[in-house]
């Protein structure tokens, strides 16, 4: 990966904005929310890849109980559109903040502070791209997939899901991708099985894949891709108490371009990661499921000792 | 601020507010900061607000050594509040001064070092780097973070142990910066441990850290945590806060400590949050964890925080410093 220090704040990635969103439209989208949020020029400058952090619960201008954000990834960005600059986003009604997300009318005031994080990095020209999406996962895709397109890329979307109520963004990436592919683990649509059913025959060497979805199917992806000779970059999804990079809540163990594993923050040098770069041994191999920290990790604890 | 009947009166300017404060010799242009551990070391905020505005910025806690933290999840929202079990994640002192202490001098904040070791000579060396450090306005002793493996580690619960890290400290620094004890709440007697830590020479006090705190994910029967306790911080603890910092103040008001002050953390919010803690004692106060809500919540805080002590009649920030005691103290005066 491109080294993801500190530096990277400085990229010229645009940058957050702490914003009072107006929710223009909040339509279902099969098991889904799609919201329409009209923003200002800078929040709108965002890119593919990068996300938004929403605070839930309560009156925007009043402290809430609910203290942390939630972190959404953007569907898309419109900087000057019928309703003016608008972000959008794709929610699922899952815990009790995204739930509420999900009930918001049009009027409503959203707090939200966006862009956050890297884009997706842009493929070296004439790269042959796919785009992989898990459920909601898919939200990004259409909106990077248009951008790839214009840039000259071949582009080919996976759409993968539980069952067809839980596919998003397929009509879409018809409309905007040179190729769309379907599964469907019941096979209510499309294939049935995972999206690694049908990744391989995608894959050439020097293809880029980029991946959303469950950490399940990131894995996957970056197996096969690795197998294939593709490179995958993987937008990860860790539960994160800032989105702004202050709290070191959001970490995963990732290998670093000077081969030193660090616990990486997520929510800046992420969340979009290399597959490769990702420590996959120790993702979810860590007490209760989590993330263990590798033992050749910068700073990991030694044996019967403090970390050295 | 002489007299009670001057509260509320009409006639107060809160424009010629005088926000200015003094942390044992640290000029402060206002008196809310950052919390260690909730503003990295500045730079991210940066990017939202203006550091340089800040009373100053206290950064996450710096080791000797890069330490790689805890594994994950690290973090369970909880009613307002939320548990973290980070485990003093760093990059060690070495690219500390090389890439954070460079930014915040640039960027033109005012500095408090936040520092934590295994024993009181590591406490000491890091102490003794920074304290010749320009740009290092003080140093925090964190001998209260309640994410290490030991328990036993908790230099902040045993008089005596607090008392050797303060005492390693301030002799290396030798008054160079003024030197600030970090407590935990989770003691019986706060006024003892914040004895210990003066007579070791402390400048000042911060109060307070976390507090030790579990979840249970119900569904999964087991931990939520991956280091299984986390320490709480938010809303939840303010009242935990604003307590300690009462006993000790009072302790000080009443010549049983060495008066000495007192920065007040825990739970602010907004500028009457803030309020209650400088009127229960603290000279300065720290936000932390709303700003993981709102990365702009120290800078309102302290506009807020002027608005409300001005609104209640004070002319400066440093006639409202434990002013809630002479109010009890004047309730109980026999010829009132």
């Known amino acids: 990966m491109s080294t993801p220090s500190l530096g990277a704040l400085d990229d010229g990635r645009p940058g957050p904005v702490a914003v009072r969103a107006v929710v223009v439209a909040n339509r279902p989208a099969g098991a889904y929310h799609h919201l329409v949020l009209a923003v200002d020029d800078r929040t709108a400058a965002a890119r593919p ?149 049908v990744l391989p025959e995608l894959l050439t060497p020097g293809t880029w894949v980029y991946a959303c979805g469950p950490m399940a199917m990131l894995r996957a992806v970056t197996e096969v891709s690795a197998a294939h000779g593709a490179r995958a970059w993987c937008a990860v999804e860790e539960s994160m108490a800032c989105g702004v990079g202050v709290c070191m809540t959001c970490v995963l163990p990732v290998r670093w371009d000077d081969g030193v594993t660090r616990m990486t923050r997520t929510c800046v040098e992420g969340p979009t990661l290399d597959g490769a770069a990702l420590r996959w041994d120790a993702i979810g191999a860590g007490p209760g499921g989590g993330s263990a920290v590798p033992a050749d990790c910068l700073g990991a604890p030694r044996p019967g000792g403090g970390p050295r | 601020m002489s007299t009670l009947s001057t509260f509320g009166s009409a006639t107060f300017d809160p424009a010629a507010f005088d926000p200015g404060t003094s942390v044992a010799g640290l000029a402060l242009a206002n008196p809310v900061l950052t919390a260690s551990g909730c503003a990295a070391a500045g730079r991210e905020l940066g990017r939202l607000i203006d550091v340089a505005a800040l009373g100053a910025v206290v950064t996450k806690t710096i080791m000797r050594d890069a330490r790689s933290g805890r594994p994950t999840p690290r973090m369970a929202e909880t009613p307002s509040g939320m548990l973290n079990s980070i485990g003093l994640q760093g990059p060690g002192i070495d690219a500390f001064l090389a890439t954070d202490l460079p930014w915040l001098r640039r960027a033109g904040a005012t500095t408090i070092v936040s520092v934590a070791g295994g024993d009181p000579e590591e406490f000491a060396e890091l102490a003794g780097r920074l304290a010749g450090e320009p740009g290092v306005g003080a140093i925090e002793v964190n001998i209260s973070c309640p994410n290490v493996a030991n328990r036993g580690l908790v230099f902040a619960c045993d008089p005596s142990s607090a008392s050797a890290v303060v005492s390693a400290v ?139 002590l001005a609104g209640l009649g004070f002319a400066r920030f440093a006639d409202a410093v434990g002013h809630a005691h002479t109010v009890l103290a004047r309730e109980t005066e026999p010829n009132r």
């Open chain 1, 49 to 197: 890849g990068q996300f938004a952090a929403v605070a839930v619960g309560a009156d925007p201008d009043q402290p809430t109980p609910t203290l942390l954000r939630r972190a959404f990834s953007l569907h898309r960005a419109t900087p000057a559109g019928p309703d003016g600059p608008t972000l959008e986003l794709v929610v699922a009604p899952r815990g009790t903040g995204s739930t509420w997300v999900t009930r918001r009318r049009p009027g409503d005031r959203l707090d939200l502070v966006a862009p956050l994080g890297r884009p997706f990095p842009a493929p070296p020209p004439s790269t042959p791209v796919v785009l992989v999406g898990g459920g909601y996962g898919s939200a990004p895709l259409g909106w990077w997939a248009r951008e790839l397109r214009a840039a000259g890329h071949a582009v080919t979307v996976v759409a993968g899901a539980a069952d067809a109520s839980r596919l998003f963004g397929v009509d879409d990436a018809r409309a905007l991708a040179d190729r769309v592919l379907v599964t469907t683990d019941d096979g209510s649509a499309g294939t049935r099985g995972r999206v690694t059913a």
């Open chain 2, 170 to 308: 301030t002799e290396a620094v030798g008054g160079r910066v003024p030197v600030l004890a970090k407590l935990s709440p989770d003691v019986t007697d706060i006024v003892a441990i914040a004895g210990a830590v003066l007579d070791a020479g402390a400048d000042g006090l911060s109060m307070i850290n976390t507090t030790l705190g579990m979840v249970i994910d119900v569904t999964r029967m087991r931990p939520l945590l991956a280091g299984l306790t986390g320490g709480l911080s938010g809303p939840a603890i303010r009242p935990i806060a604003v307590r300690c910092v009462w006993q000790v103040h009072a302790a000080m008001r009443a010549g049983i400590l060495r008066p000495a002050p007192i920065v007040g953390i825990g739970g602010v919010a907004t500028g009457r949050d803030a309020a209650e803690l400088v009127l229960a004692g603290a000279c300065a106060v720290q936000v932390g964890t709303a700003t993981f809500h709102d990365p702009g919540t120290p800078a309102r805080v302290a506009t807020d925080l002027a608005a409300v």
